[in-house]
């Protein structure tokens, strides 16, 4: 019954600012909101709640203490998840809860507070004592059922916000400069034509003063740019001083380690790919997904898709497990460059290997040395990586893998490579045979196959072996990778319904 409410509550919101729905799972939420009376408001610009309502954007709710554990349940019983920021980046007055929207296949990220929290991005260092008088002022939003900041409340925040926010001290705004400034001023814009100058001055007089009351509503109609306002941003400071969380020299010190941590975090997101958590870790603990398939399954591109999807909220780190298209190590980065080479020089492969021409007889003894040298610096690269993914999920990451090595078949695809040279001694087999075994012992938490057919398969790889494409189609059913949980999905369905499903899977698995 509930479902059906909801669905005939959103045919009856209006979609002002193009097709984009407004989020079913957001809508129960606030439904439940309203009728369990909870004191709430969205407190960021009202010019962004179409955006935050379809998932495009954080839904920051300003709620009142007394709601807080009620407000909670609620999110719960919705299916979000309550996800922890890593230490040193977590505070006391803020919850981060996400959920998955199966219908539109988005995150969304419902931010709670308990307290206002202003300042500099990297450091909200000032909580004013505001939260009660900002909530009484809440009203209904025009079109959409939220209740946001009232006019004079927004444009009082919009003017305390950005003259603390405005500074290049900090790397995050100062990196964003012309978007958070413009921002800044297309907010100011649209509050003009519905702002009453009288209640922002008597909002203004009555907590932060008379005196700076009348130059805040001197500012806000005037035509000067808020961050060139340096007198006005020194009289705020100055008022909100006594609500510092941290005396200056301590406050400029966690500035600075903030600062070092988002550069050090995004290099490692964008570049380095460590094991280590830099944002929001996963609850309960990180995990290891597998996404496996025989090559033109979609298999990177899953991998590239559902990476964004899920990094744009919690920590995640790809990491590719075979010797082709990915990005290489540092140790396999020598071997990969002198691939074009050996591929003129042996123009044929031996029995086992699934691209180019493959020749019946036995390896001689130039291509079996060249194997088994890399055979195994691919099996010493692969033990390096699975350490490496349990750390980041023992961590709080969620370590996503295109491929997962596995010694179940040892002819298929991602298995032992000696097997191919009959020549290779026992102590080499054995040695490359250990990583594997350790493969099985560090088995992913969760295995996502991508099944295609044979044709799909060949059409997409037309240098493969169609008899290897079967085999390994048909390999690939017995592959169980010793997962906690494994799932098939038909990837011969359109791409978008591919995501939906592995998607669903992942976020059941957090």
């Known amino acids: 019954m509930r479902q059906v409410n909801i669905q005939k509550d959103l045919e009856r919101t209006p979609q002002p600012h193009g097709d984009a729905p407004v989020s079913l799972l957001l809508l129960a939420i606030l439904q439940d909101f309203h009728q369990q009376d909870i004191a709430y408001c969205f407190w960021k610009s009202s010019r962004s709640v179409h955006s935050v309502l379809i998932g495009e954007g954080d839904l920051d709710l300003l709620v009142a203490r007394n709601d807080q554990h009620r407000c909670q349940s609620i999110l719960l019983a919705h299916g979000l998840k309550l996800f922890p920021s890593v230490p040193g980046r977590d505070d006391p007055s803020t919850l981060s809860f996400l959920g998955y929207d199966d219908l539109t296949g988005r995150l969304v990220h419902v931010h709670l507070h308990f307290r206002l929290m202003i300042g500099e991005r990297l450091l909200k260092n000032i909580r004013p004592p505001w939260e009660n008088a900002i909530l009484a002022r809440a009203i209904q939003h025009s079109t959409f059922p939220i209740r946001i900041l009232d006019p004079a409340s927004e444009a009082l925040l919009l003017m305390v916000r950005g003259c603390l926010e405005l ?39 009555s907590l932060m003063g008379e005196h700076l009351a009348a130059e805040i509503v001197a500012a806000f109609f005037d035509d000067k740019p808020l961050e060139h306002r340096t007198i006005l941003t020194r009289h705020i400071r100055a008022y909100l001083a006594p609500y510092r969380t941290y005396g200056t020299v301590e406050a400029r010190l966690r500035a600075s380690i903030a600062a070092v941590r988002w550069i050090a975090g995004g290099l490692n997101k964008d570049f380095l790919h460590w094991p280590r958590p830099w944002s929001r870790r996963a ?228």
Not at 169 to 178: I, K, S
């Open 167 to 205: 500074t290049r001290r900090d790397p995050v705004t100062m990196r964003h400069w012309a978007t958070t400034t413009h921002k800044f001023a297309k907010d100011r814009e649209a509050l003009t034509s519905c702002l009453d100058p009288t209640a922002l001055h008597q909002l203004a007089a």
């Open 283 to 510: 609850p309960g603990g990180g995990a290891i997904v597998a996404i496996v398939g025989v090559d033109g399954s979609g298999k990177s591109t899953a991998v590239a898709t559902i990476g964004a999807w899920l990094g744009s909220e919690i920590d995640v780190v790809p990491m590719y497990f075979g010797t082709g298209d990915g990005r290489p190590s540092l140790l396999l980065r020598p071997f990969k460059m002198m691939m074009p080479l050996m591929t003129r020089i042996f123009r044929t492969r031996p029995k086992g290997a699934s691209h180019g021409r493959i020749d019946e007889r036995e390896p001689g003894l130039a291509y079996s040395t060249l194997l088994m040298v890399w055979a195994i610096a691919v099996a010493r690269e692969k033990r390096s990586k699975l350490t490496a993914a349990r750390r980041g999920a023992n961590r709080g990451l969620i370590v996503l893998t295109d491929r997962y090595p596995q010694n179940e078949i040892p002819s298929y695809n991602d298995g032992p490579l000696l097997e191919r040279i009959p020549a290779a001694p026992l102590w080499l087999r054995r040695l490359e045979a250990s990583s594997y075994v350790l493969a099985e012992r560090l088995s992913p938490d969760l295995v996502i196959k991508l099944q295609v057919t044979a044709e799909t398969a060949a059409a997409r790889e037309p240098a493969m072996d169609p008899a290897m494409i079967r085999k390994r189609i048909d390999d690939l059913r017995k592959l169980n990778f010793a997962a906690k949980r494994v799932v098939t999905i038909d990837a011969e369905q359109p791409l978008s319904e591919v995501l939906r499903l592995a998607k669903s899977e992942i976020w059941r698995l957090l």
